[in-house]
């Protein structure tokens, strides 16, 4: 009779163990649910509708009649597209480098013993934090050729004025220099926590070996940093190819559409002259090229 008995609570039991083990999981699920609905409402759908309008020859409000692929090939043929891609990859091989490279020197240099370390790091990133927008109104204020500060410093050093974002051969360079002041804080934080985190003792024995400063950084600093610098490529490649709240603030592609890029000549289409299908067609090719290079980045780091 006893063995019966157990055979019987197994049963019973066995349905009550999986009910304690499901619970924890729809206790999880009820709170993941809300946010994957946020997520899929904000970016798969509005995803998944920009592509069937890339499709279409229309504005945001009617949709217009659908023309499968060829907005993907006035893209092949559009001039205006090919000088506004030149500004974007002139901007990008300027940035993208630049902006590592300060990173790595103010990190090596914020990674120091010095009394008020923790102030200098916070100047040095604030810049990061504050909106493209703001940023890009105190450059009007900054560059302004007739009344702005840096035209004010040269012309007391006895140098001529600049024209800045008002000329065509140096907006986007002024751009550029906007931009690693406003960005250079995150490669800078991002390479002060790798460089905390690599073993004292590596350091150590190199230097015990007979290794000078820039032997050590190059054969034992660097190569521990590789997975921080693949990463800020790739992060700051992105923030290049999308630039366009720096641009929409100062020149509005002006002057002579010499800061034209990408994503402001795709809001341009969209939202100026309402070709809201070819403007999701560059944004979709756009895409692609974004994550082909990233890709390309990572596989390269990773060898």
Known sequence: MTAPAMSGTARVSAPSSRRSRLVPHLTGWGFVFPATLVIVGLSLFPAVWALLLSLRDGDLLTGGDFVGLANYGDILGDAELAAAAGHTLLYTVLFVPGSVALGLALALALNLKIRLIGFYRTCFFVPYVVSAAAT????????DPDFGIVNAGLKALGLPAMGFLQDPDQAMLTLVAISLWGGVGMPAVVYLAALQDIPRMLIEAARVDG?????????????????????????????????????????????????????????????????????????????????????????????
């Open 211 to 303: 290794g000078a400063g820039r032997h050590v950084l190059r054969h034992v600093v660097l190569p521990q940093l590789r997975p921080a610098t693949v990463f800020l490529l790739i992060w700051q490649t992105i923030t290049a190819l999308q630039l366009f709240d720096l641009v929409y603030t100062t020149t509005k592609g002006q002057p002579l559409d010499s800061t034209t890029t990408i994503v402001f000549y795709l809001y341009r289409q969209a939202f100026q002259l309402f070709h809201s299908g070819y403007g999701t067609a560059i944004a979709y090719v756009l895409f692609i090229v974004t994550l082909a290079v990233s890709g390309a980045v990572l596989w390269r780091g990773a060898k």
């Open 136 to 143: 890009g109104i105190l450059s009007n204020f900054v560059f």
